[in-house]
Structure formats: C-alpha cells, structure tokens
C-alpha cells in the first residue's frame, strides 16, 4: 500500500527519473568514454635539443615513439620550453647538450636532463617513466655498440649491460588500466551519493508536503512499515541500475572480477542498502531536509577520498583511518578489492561485510525518532 | 542640464535598487542555516579534513614480503637495499610463495619480491638473473613504489657487478664505460610529487565553485517554492530593473566568496604547507572574474531548480564529473574532444587550470590568456542568461 503510493509519486516527478536513472547513466557513459583508452596516451612534451646531431635526433623519435608521449614541440631553448610549461601546453621538457654526440663518441659522459610538471601528478609521472627509460635505454644502446665492437655477442652484451632484471606482475590488472582502477568505485560511489541524497529527499518531502501524518494513519503508527514500503522503490530502482553496472563493468568491458558476478552483485545490494540507511539515519537525526542534505553531500563526497582507492588509507593520519571505516565505500572498496580485482576468498573481508549488515540497524535505531518528526513536525525550509 | 539630471537620477535609482536587493540577498543568507554551511561552513572546514587525509603526501615505506629462495650475499644485498629505501619497508621472509600470497590477502603486505633459487648462480654464469615482483593493484600508489625503487635499485646492483667484472680499468673508465650518458631527474612545481600538493588546489577552486552553484540554486529554489518572486516586480519593471538585480545578488555572494577566497587561497595552504610561488596581486585579479563566472553561471543553472531541496540532489554529484573533465585527475590531453568541448561550458575548467598555473607553477596573468578569454565570455554569456533567467521567472511569478 504504501509501496503503491510512493510509486505513483516517483512517476508524477521528472526530479526521481532524472536522478534515479538519468544521471546514473550519463556517470557510466562519461566515466567509460572518458577513460576509453585505459591509459591517456600522447600527453605533450618539448623538446630542447641544444646537438641536432644524428645520435640525438634518433633519441627524440625513440621517446616519440613511445605510446604515452608525444612530442609536440622542438623548443630554441629551455626558457621557451619552461614557458610552455607554465601555460600547461606540455607537462615534459627532455633536454639534450651542446656537443652530445661528439661528447659522446668520446666518452666524455654528457648529460641530459628531464624535467616534469608534476602540478599535474598523472601526466607528469607518466612522462617521467618514459623519459628515464629512454635515457636508461640510451645509455645501454651506447654500452652496447661499444661491447659489441669490443667482440662480444649481441646476447653476451645484453646480459652484461643488465645482470640483474626485475620482473613486475602487477596482479589483476596487468595492463595497469585506469579505467580498472577508478571506474570500479567511483561509478558504484556516485550510485551511492545519488541514493543518500535521494533517500533524504523521498523521507523530507512527506513533511514538507504535510503528508506524512496521513501517510501514519494509514499503517496505524507502525513506522517500519512506512520506512519499508517507501524505501523499497527505490531499493528495486537502484539495484536495477547497480546491476546495469556491474554487467557493463565486469561482462561487457570485461573488467576483473574473479569471484563472479553474483558476488559483485551481493557487494552491490550491500552498498545500496547501506547508502539507504545513511540516508535514513542523516534525516532522522536532523528532520531539517535542507540541512541533512548537506550533511549527506559533504559525508558522501568524501567517502571518494576517504575510501583510499587513489590515496591508500593505510598512508592517513591515523584518526582518519579510523574514521574511514565509518563510510559504506570504503568497505565496498575493500570487498571488491579483495573479490573482484584479487579473487581471494571472501573470508578475508569478512569484517567489512559485518560492517555492511551494521548500518541496516541504523534506520531501526532512529525508527522512533523518525515517528515522531512523522507525526508531530512541521517543514522548516 | 535635463539630461544631466535625468542620467543622475537613473544612476540614483539604480544604486538605490542595487542595495535593495542586496540587503535582502543578504538577509535571506544569513538567516538560512542550510545556507550558511555552504557559503560558510563547508569552505571552512571541509578543506582541513581534505588537506589532512593527503597531508602525508606520498605513500612512505609500502609493505613488503621476501621469497628468498637463493639466499645467498647477492640477493640479501639487494633486500637490504630496498629496505633502505625510503618507499619500502621489508616486513617479512616468507619461506614458500604460499605464505607470501596469505600475507597479501590479510593485507599484511601490499607487495612480493621473489628471488628465485638460481639467482646467483646465473650471476656467475652470466646469464640474466630475475627479481619477480608481485604487487597488489589496489593501490597504483604501491604499485610505483616498488616498481620505481626496485627498478633504481637494481640499476645499482647492475652497475657494481659491470665494475668488478672490468677489475683491471681505473675508476673513472669503469665509471664511463658503466654509464656513457648520464641523466639528471627533475619534477618542478611540486617536487615531492605529492598528492595534497597536487589535489588540494584546484580542490578548493572546485570547492568555490560548487557550494556556490547549489547555494545560488537552493535560494533561488526556495524563492521559487515560496512563490515570493513576484516581491522583486517593483524593481523589475524599472529599467534595466533585471540587471540591478542580478547585481544586487551577485555583489551579496561575491561579499561571501571574496572572504571565503581569502582564507581558502591563502590561510589553508600556508597553513598545509603548499605549493604557494603565485603573486597575491595576480591570485586576486585571477579570482574576481573567476568568481563573477561561478556566479552568473550558478543564476543561469538556478532556472532548472524549482525547490531547495532539489539543488542539492542534482547538482552534488557533477563535483567528480567536474573534477575529471578540468584536466586535473586525467590529463587535459587525454580527454575526448567532445568532453572537451562540453567543459568550456564550466568557470571550473578554466578557474582550476588558471589558478594551479598561478599557485603552483608561478605564472603570471599575461601567461593566462585562454582561461581569462574563456572566464571573460562566460560572464557575458551567463550574466545575460541570468537576467533572462530572473525576468522569465519574476514576470511568470506576477501573470
């Protein structure tokens, strides 16, 4: 009954469709298209190539030539390129000596330097990696002719130059994919922001519109019944949408999910139901909509940084790192982390799903409460 | 002398109106609590508690598990030397990769080294000799950690082993032959690579932006909900009447955020410790266009929000859209042309972008010429959408 009532609702308003499936839509489509190259590629770097010599040239198209730089710019000197710098036209400069080739030749040990902008910290390391490869990689090239001519092979040289090799196995996500790395929560975490502010409207509204002692009367005072009948619409609504993502995510994009589907959709569920009862519990505690709602806003903006998927929790202060157990993200994180990018066994995050199932008792904990602003309170804008 | 007096009077009139609407604006402001969090609160808290979960800057001694199969001078040589390292720290031997991965999964180490059983044999065969690195994908920050230190440390280890295989040149010749070019690193403007440095300033020009777009909607929202448009007819139907109150609003935000702006540009960085080369006068001049955008573009978007509430709903999220779509968390090169093209719609792109140049990288306003362009034509764009906007709405409000 109530159920029915608050499906009427959600159709009469273009506000509930916009936010319930409009924007969770154009969130996947931005973040997927945005990121559709996994990594960026080509970022913009200059060059300063005080030599022009053929050593030098052919070190410039080697750096080129490498998929995430680009060089856009052949600067007279570096003040021109650092200029360029400071207008954000390129995030790298490598620069080569006068002399660098001849200097070379005759092992007179010349020296090139790179500099990134690390204002932008992404581009700025990933041009650092290319750029101290290829002088790493010009310097062996170097050895190298120097070896061989010497009259060792070509396999002896290589072994000489680099006796010891580190070999990297970057678990799950071999490609290093951005994509892998972020969309994974941060698509499920604007789910979330949109369910928290949602839930607090859909309660806020009913006072607002001087409804809600009707709507009270109608189930004779039993306000679990209110909260369930009037949460479950868009409980069904978003984890419509959750599971529109996690197929897009895990089945069409083919993102890691080790431990199947099934049990990225229990992790889904668990974020819905726990965003809800966020909601429940921030209304119920301040029945002042516009109030509660910045409160929901503030709390879930900073469960992205909070949760430690960019900036490790583990690297905090320690009272936030307390504190970040407090956010439904942070353990939607940790359980994916662990289920669906590592596919270990979920009983090494079995606190978070305790941590999980805790916030459904919130809405009962402030059940009375939330009668009472039901039954007795006025909207206060 | 009639058309002195008229102008003089139009003038009066105007200044007259202009304060009106001010002292309303500010009145309504200050006596909304939702309001003031986010002219207020928000901007003055919010930035400590970001600026403290990133106050460590980088990721310190990563956590590390050991499968040392060989055991032998090398390999102990090399643990020692990552260990050494500032980024990493070795928290364990494990005896078989089995209980390495177990420490992995409590999450009692972030990374595995394996060195396997031949290792210094093929040293002394001269073959290739391998470091296996495993490491968690959770954290990319982890990940570079091991691999960049790992990286420089065996380039260390390579070189030492090149030098007593060549036991018979001197030390400088070892040296030249060893490394024939040399290389020299360096990251300006933020020189530990650190993420509070990097993130929090064009954070808090994201911040300015968004409290004041849902702050400018929720009042304009609430007026609506009300019905209370119509209180501003008098004032419109003078002339230019929706210009003196745009104006009127505008200088009441712009009083907020210009005190807001004080403290978020200047008190939070000194007080975090970052990056701080750009010039007080050029911050300023960089900010009141800044400002004057975020405002006119909050009145034009407030036509869509026909309750308080709802500013709140449909705008809070699009911070990470904004976020993204600057060129701040993904590189500006790097997003497709037609987000690209959708982001010149936002003060943030250019006032992020344009105040991280100043801040962090010590340019000048003559450097800023495409975000001063792009901030100069969305205040004309919006400033003129939002006198439609309030018309629209004031004369609906009295038909």
Redesign the interface.
């Known amino acids: 009954m109530v159920m029915m009532r608050e499906w009427r609702q959600i159709f009469s308003r273009k506000?509930y469709i916009?936010?319930m499936v409009i924007?969770p839509l154009f969130?996947i489509g931005?973040?997927l298209?945005?990121?559709?190259?996994g990594l960026?590629?080509?970022?913009?770097a200059a060059v300063v190539d005080m030599d022009q010599s053929s050593v030098s040239r052919r070190l410039v198209r080697q750096l080129d030539a490498f998929k995430q730089t680009k060089i856009v710019a052949h600067a007279k000197d570096f003040s021109e390129a650092r200029?360029m710098?400071?207008?954000?036209e390129i995030?790298g400069i490598y620069y080569l000596p006068e002399n660098f080739e001849r200097d070379?030749l005759s092992?007179r040990?010349?020296?090139?330097?790179?500099?990134?902008?690390?204002?932008?910290?992404?581009?700025?390391?990933m041009l650092?990696r290319d750029?101290?490869t290829i002088?790493?990689l010009?310097?062996a090239a170097?050895?190298r002719e120097?070896r061989l001519a010497k009259g060792q092979t070509m396999e002896?040289a290589m072994?000489?130059?680099?006796?010891?090799?580190?070999?990297?196995?970057?678990?799950?996500?071999p490609q290093?994919n951005y994509a892998v790395?972020l969309c994974n929560v941060?698509l499920p975490g604007?789910l979330s922001?949109?369910i928290v502010?949602?839930t607090v409207?859909a309660l806020?509204?009913e006072v607002?519109e001087m409804r809600s002692r009707k709507l009270l009367d109608m189930v004779d005072d039993d306000i679990l019944s209110v909260m369930v009948g009037k949460l479950l619409p868009y409980t069904l609504t978003f984890m419509l949408m959750a599971t529109f993502y996690d197929v897009v995510l895990y089945r069409f994009m083919g993102f890691p999910c080790h431990n199947g589907l099934p049990n990225m959709l229990l992790n889904s569920l668990l974020l819905v139901l726990a965003s809800q009862s966020l909601g429940v519990f921030l209304y119920s505690l301040v029945p002042?909509?516009?109030?509660s709602?910045?409160l929901?806003?503030?709390i879930?903006?900073?469960s992205?940084?909070?949760s430690?998927?960019?900036?490790?929790v583990?690297?905090?202060?320690g009272l936030?790192q307390t504190w970040a157990n407090v956010f439904p993200l942070r353990h939607y994180?940790l359980i994916y982390?662990?289920n669906g990018?590592?596919g270990?066994?979920s009983y090494?995050v079995w606190g978070s799903y305790v941590a999980m199932l805790l916030y459904l008792f919130l809405p009962i904990l402030v059940s009375i409460r939330l009668r009472n602003v039901y039954r007795y309170d006025t909207y206060k804008? | 002398m009639k058309i002195i007096h008229y102008f003089w009077k139009q003038v009066k009139e105007g200044l007259a109106d202009i304060f009106v609407v001010w002292r309303d604006e500010f009145s309504l402001v200050i006596h909304?609590?939702?309001i003031l969090?986010?002219f207020i609160a928000?901007p003055l808290l919010?930035p400590v508690?970001?600026s403290?979960?990133?106050?460590?800057e980088?990721?310190?001694e990563a956590k590390m598990v050991v499968v040392d199969q060989c055991n032998s001078p090398e390999t102990r040589e090399?643990r020692r030397m990552c260990d050494a390292t500032p980024d990493i720290e070795v928290v364990g031997l494990c005896a078989n990769m089995q209980e390495a991965q177990e420490a992995?999964?409590?999450?009692e180490a972030y990374g595995i080294m394996v060195f396997p059983r031949n290792f210094s044999s093929a040293?002394a065969n001269?073959?290739?000799?391998?470091?296996?690195?495993?490491?968690?994908?959770?954290?990319?920050?982890?990940?570079?950690c091991?691999?960049l230190n790992?990286?420089e440390v065996?380039?260390k280890?390579?070189k030492d082993?090149?030098i007593q295989?060549m036991s018979n040149a001197t030390g400088r010749e070892e040296?030249?032959?060893?490394?024939?070019?040399?290389?020299?690193?360096?990251?300006?403007?933020?020189?530990k690579?650190g993420?509070a440095?990097?993130?929090i300033?064009g954070f808090l020009m994201l911040l300015i932006q968004q409290t004041m777009i849902?702050g400018i909607c929720?009042l304009a929202g609430?007026i609506y909900d009300?019905k209370q448009y119509h209180v501003l007819e008098p004032i419109m139907r003078h002339k230019r009447g929706s210009f003196r109150i745009i104006f009127g609003k505008a200088l009441c935000y712009m009083m907020f955020y210009g005190l807001m702006s004080a403290y978020l540009l200047w008190v939070i960085p000194w007080m975090f410790n970052l990056?701080r080369m750009g010039d007080p006068w050029n911050i300023v001049a960089f900010m009141l266009p800044y400002l004057a955008a975020c405002i006119f573009f909050g009145m034009s978007v407030s036509v869509f929000i026909k309750e308080?509430?709802?500013a709140?709903?449909?705008i809070?999220?699009s911070?990470?859209?904004f976020l993204?779509?600057s060129?701040?968390?993904?590189?500006?090169?790097?997003?497709?042309w037609?987000?690209k093209a959708l982001s010149y719609f936002f003060p943030s792109t250019f006032g992020l972008?344009g105040f991280?140049?100043i801040n962090?990288?010590?340019?000048t306003i003559p450097?800023l010429q495409t975000e001063g362009i792009g901030l100069i034509v969305q205040i004309c764009v919006y400033f003129l959408l939002s006198t439609l906007v309030y018309r629209y709405r004031v004369m609906k409000a009295c038909a």
């Open positions: 506000l916009v936010s924007l969130f931005f973040f298209t945005l990121m559709q190259d960026p590629k080509d970022l913009p200029k710098m400071q207008r954000g995030y070379v092992f040990q010349p020296k090139v330097s790179f500099y990134t902008s690390n204002s932008f910290i992404v581009a700025g390391s650092f750029m101290k002088s790493i010009g310097s170097v050895e120097l002896q072994i000489d130059l680099q006796p010891i090799v580190v070999e990297t196995h970057p678990l799950g996500n290093l790395y941060l604007l922001v949109m502010l949602l409207y806020g509204v607002k002042i909509m516009s109030i709602l910045s929901s806003a503030f879930t903006m900073l992205f940084s909070i430690g998927f960019t900036f490790p583990g690297e905090m202060p936030l994180f982390a662990n990018l590592n270990y066994s090494y804008p | 909304d609590a939702a969090m986010l928000a919010y508690v970001y403290l979960i990133y106050s460590h980088v990721a310190r090399f992995l999964r409590r999450r040293l001269k073959e290739h000799a391998y470091v296996q690195l495993y490491s968690d994908m959770s954290s990319l920050l982890y990940y570079k091991f691999l790992l990286t065996s380039l280890m390579n082993i090149q295989d040296e030249i032959a060893t490394t024939p070019i040399e290389y020299e690193e360096v990251a300006f403007f933020n020189p690579s993420f440095s990097f993130l300033p849902i929720a609430s009300k990056p308080k509430e709802t709140y709903v449909l809070v999220a911070s990470l859209i993204f779509i060129g701040l968390s993904w590189p500006a090169a790097a997003v497709p037609y987000w972008q991280v140049k962090t990288m010590g340019a450097d």
